[in-house]
């Protein structure tokens, strides 16, 4: 597609219920990343896949959070057992190679009640 | 990066004035420094970039001056236009080949007409 596409757009969960976030990547594009974003704070890093390898997950709170990319396409970003701390925008982005800046996707706006 | 929660650092300017937007970074070793551009609702947006072996880089209506020995980077913007009204956010990446960026707190750049 022409860019990195993201959904749900908008996520309301219950406390204790899982969430899946879904992202598109850029055709062809070797990486991708997951951020997340509070409000009035900076992205803040995730994990990392190169194709089907999730080749960084230092970022990920806790063993809660989860991301798949199994066919080096398409990725997954699950969370169990959701928790208000939770709530935030979930940012995709995708890059062709392994250098230089990467296209953002406009995240997934996740509210746990 | 550093966390101001919702109080973000704000710049105001005049339209058709010029701005400059300035960051600093926590790594003297990162090797590679972004900018990007959010509007709400969106994911960040590449302005430009600048490798570490370089001290000034130029695009359109756009400069990033990169200071190593403060560790600072600044972002200036010429002759700005009200579609420049965001949050702009500084990035570094810490090791050179590893992918994560570390994203500032960004600045809420406001343009009055």
């Known amino acids: 597609g022409a860019g990195v596409s993201q959904s749900p757009r908008y996520k309301v969960a219950k406390r204790g219920q899982d969430v899946a976030l879904r992202c598109d990547p850029i055709s062809g594009h070797v990486s991708l990343f997951w951020y997340q974003q509070a409000l009035g704070q900076g992205p803040e890093f995730l994990t990392y896949f190169q194709n089907e390898a999730q080749l960084d997950k230092s970022g990920l709170p806790s063993d809660r959070f989860f991301a798949e990319r199994p066919e080096g396409s398409v990725s997954t970003l699950k969370i169990q057992r959701t928790q208000q701390e939770d709530s935030a925008v979930y940012l995709c982005?995708?890059?062709?190679?392994?250098?230089?800046?990467?296209?953002f996707g406009s995240g997934t706006r996740l509210t746990v009640v | 990066g550093e966390s101001v929660g919702l109080h973000l650092p704000t710049l105001s300017v005049q339209e058709g004035d010029n701005s400059i937007i300035n960051c600093a970074y926590s790594n003297s070793a990162s090797d590679y420094f972004i900018w990007y551009k959010q509007e709400s609702g969106k994911g960040p947006q590449f302005i430009i970039d600048i490798r570490s072996n370089m001290d000034k880089r130029q695009g359109q209506r756009v400069t990033v001056l990169l200071n190593k020995t403060v560790k600072h980077l600044s972002l200036q913007i010429a002759a700005t236009q009200p579609g420049d009204s965001a949050v702009y956010f500084c990035?570094?990446?810490?090791?050179?080949?590893?992918?994560?960026?570390?994203f500032g707190q960004g600045t809420r750049l406001t343009i009055n007409p």
């Open positions: 990035a570094e990446r810490f090791i050179e080949g590893a992918q994560k960026l570390v």
């Open positions: 982005a995708s890059s062709l190679g392994t250098q230089g800046g990467y296209t």
